[in-house]
C-alpha cells in the first residue's frame, strides 16, 4: 500500500514537472518577437492613448538587459524593439520599448508627422521572419558581431514606399542592408559598406607604397633613410590593432612593429632613431629595439620637434627637452582646459611659442616669460600655423590670416573649411573634413594668401604628407566607406 502511495506521488511529481518544463519552453520562446509581433503588442497599448495614430517606424535593437547570442534574429526574431507611433498631422507621438514580449516603456514624445509619412497596419504585409529566408535565399550574408549583433530589422516609409530592412554583414564583414517592398514582398536594393584606400601613396603619381593600412602619419628619419608610418589595422567593424610601419630605402618590404596603445606622433631625433608618442607614454625606438623614456600623468595632447628640440603639451603645461628626452624644462599653459588637441607652434628664431586653447592664440616669449593673448575670434580655433610674422589659423567657419605686426586680421576663404594645417618651410598645406589636400599659397608681396585643391580622396581620406626633397612627396590616408551595391551570390 505505501509503495502504491509513493509511486502516486512520483507519477504526479512528474507530471508538475513536465507541466513547468512545457510551460518555460513556451515563457522562452515568448521572449522574442517577430516584427509583426513587436507591432501588435505595441499598437494594443499605444491606441489606448489615441485610436488615431499610425506608425513611424520599427527597429530591433541590441538590449544589455536582454540576453541574446550572436546569431539572435536567425529566425527573424529579436528579444528588443523600439517603435515610434505618431498622430497624423499633430504634434502628438509615442515612443514604445519593447523586450522580452512585453512593453518595458511607453512615453509620448515631440515631433509633426503628416499623414503621407506614416504607415497603416495594412501598407506592410510581410513579417521579418520570411523577409529574411528571402534575402538569404539571394545573397550570401550573416549575422552581425561585435555590433548590431545578429541579424537586425526595421520597417519606415521611404520616398513613400513602406521598406523593410535586414541589417547585417556580408560575407567579408562589411556592414549590410538588404531592402524589402513590405508590401509587395520584392527585394528592391542591397547595399555594404565598403573601405576605399587607406595607406601610403606618391603624391606625384598616385601609386601606393602601402595599400594594407590606415596610414594616420607618415615621417622620415634625419638622414633620410627610413621612412616611418603609424596608423592602425582593422580587426574587425570596431576592432583595431595599432601598427608602426618602417622601411628603409633599400628595401622593398616593410617591417611591422604592434604596439599595444594607440600611436600619436612620431619624431625623429637622431639619424636612425625616432620617438613615438603615445597617449601618455613616450617611447624611444631604433628600428631595433623599444623602450620607454617617459610617462605622463596627463594625456599628451601634442607633440613637436624643432631645431633638435622636443615639445609636449598637456591639458597644463608646456614641456621642453633641449637633450632628446633625457630633462625637461614646464611652463604652464595660460589656460587649463578640458581638450583633446592644443594646437602649438615656433616663429623662425626659435624664441617664440605659440598654443591656442579654445578661440584664442598666446605666445610665450623668453624676453617677457610670459604668455600673451595674440588673437581673439569669435569661434575656436582648431588649428593654425605661424609663419612670416603672420599667424594662418582654421576655425570651422573660415581660415584666416592674421598680421602679428599690422594686427589685421583677413579672410582667406570661407567656402573651404579645414581641420588641420601642415607647414614645410614656408610652403602650408590644409585638410578638410573630406580627406582633400589643399595647397595655401601667397599670391602678392601684400601678403594676400588663396587656397586650392591638391589632392582629393580617391585614395582614401588623406592625414598627412611627407616632403622627401623637390621632387618626391607622399601622403597618408585611411579608409573611406562608401555604400556600394551587393552582388547576389551565385
Not at 633620410?224 to 595599432?242: E, H
Amino acid at each position: 500500500m505505501v509503495l502504491r502511495n509513493n509511486i502516486k506521488i512520483l507519477f504526479s511529481l512528474l507530471i508538475v514537472l513536465c507541466i513547468i518544463f512545457v510551460c518555460y519552453k513556451t515563457i522562452g520562446n515568448k521572449k522574442s518577437t517577430t516584427i509583426k509581433e513587436a507591432y501588435n503588442i505595441a499598437y494594443n497599448e499605444v491606441h489606448k492613448k489615441n485610436p488615431r495614430v499610425l506608425l513611424v517606424l520599427i527597429i530591433s535593437t541590441d538590449s544589455i538587459l536582454s540576453k541574446e547570442e550572436n546569431d539572435a534574429g536567425k529566425n527573424g526574431r529579436r528579444n528588443s524593439w523600439n517603435l515610434i507611433f505618431a498622430v497624423p498631422n499633430s504634434s502628438e507621438s509615442w515612443v514604445v520599448t519593447i523586450r522580452d514580449h512585453k512593453v518595458r516603456d511607453l512615453v509620448k514624445g515631440i515631433g509633426l508627422y503628416d499623414r503621407k509619412d506614416l504607415i497603416d497596419k495594412n501598407e506592410f504585409t510581410i513579417d521579418s521572419k520570411e523577409a529574411l529566408k528571402m534575402v538569404k535565399k539571394e545573397y550570401d550574408i550573416r549575422p552581425g558581431e561585435i555590433w548590431a549583433i545578429g541579424y537586425h530589422f526595421k520597417i519606415s516609409k521611404e520616398d513613400g514606399e513602406v521598406v523593410l530592412q535586414v541589417v547585417c554583414r556580408d560575407n567579408k564583414d562589411n556592414f549590410t542592408k538588404l531592402f524589402v517592398d513590405a508590401k509587395t514582398k520584392k527585394i528592391t536594393d542591397a547595399f555594404h559598406k565598403i573601405p576605399i584606400g587607406g595607406g601610403i601613396f606618391n603624391g606625384n603619381t598616385d601609386k601606393a607604397l602601402v595599400d594594407i593600412y590606415n596610414i594616420e602619419g607618415i615621417a622620415n628619419t634625419k638622414n633620410s633613410n627610413t621612412l616611418y608610418a603609424w596608423g592602425f589595422k582593422m580587426i574587425n567593424i570596431i576592432q583595431y590593432n595599432s601598427i608602426l610601419l618602417n622601411k628603409s630605402n633599400n628595401d622593398t618590404v616593410w617591417n611591422e612593429l604592434s604596439i599595444q596603445e594607440d600611436i600619436k606622433n612620431v619624431l625623429p631625433i637622431e639619424d636612425d632613431d625616432i620617438l613615438i608618442v603615445c597617449n601618455q607614454k613616450i617611447y624611444k625606438y631604433n628600428s631595433k629595439e623599444l623602450s620607454s623614456i617617459l610617462e605622463t600623468k596627463d594625456q599628451i595632447l601634442n607633440s613637436f620637434h624643432y631645431n633638435d628640440k622636443l615639445y609636449f603639451l598637456t591639458n597644463s603645461e608646456l614641456n621642453i627637452s633641449s637633450d632628446k628626452g633625457e630633462s625637461w624644462k614646464t611652463i604652464l599653459l595660460p589656460e587649463v582646459k578640458d581638450v583633446t588637441y592644443i594646437p602649438f607652434d615656433i616663429n623662425g628664431d626659435d624664441n617664440s611659442y605659440y598654443a591656442s586653447i579654445n578661440n584664442k592664440i598666446y605666445c610665450y616669449n623668453y624676453d617677457n616669460v610670459n604668455w600673451i593673448e595674440v588673437v581673439s575670434d569669435d569661434n575656436m580655433i582648431i588649428d593654425f600655423k605661424y609663419i612670416n610674422n603672420s599667424i594662418i589659423y582654421t576655425t570651422g567657419k573660415s581660415l584666416n590670416l592674421y598680421n602679428l605686426e599690422t594686427k589685421e586680421n583677413r579672410v582667406i576663404s570661407k567656402n573651404i573649411i579645414v581641420y588641420k594645417l601642415i607647414k614645410y618651410g614656408q610652403d602650408i598645406y590644409a585638410i578638410n573634413n573630406e580627406g582633400c589636400l589643399f595647397e595655401i599659397k601667397k599670391k602678392s608681396d601684400k601678403n594676400d594668401w588663396t587656397i586650392k585643391t591638391l589632392k582629393m580622396n580617391d585614395n582614401g581620406l588623406i592625414t598627412n604628407i611627407l616632403h622627401i626633397n623637390q621632387n618626391t612627396w607622399y601622403y597618408s590616408t585611411v579608409s573611406k566607406y562608401e555604400w556600394v551595391k551587393l552582388e547576389k551570390s551565385n
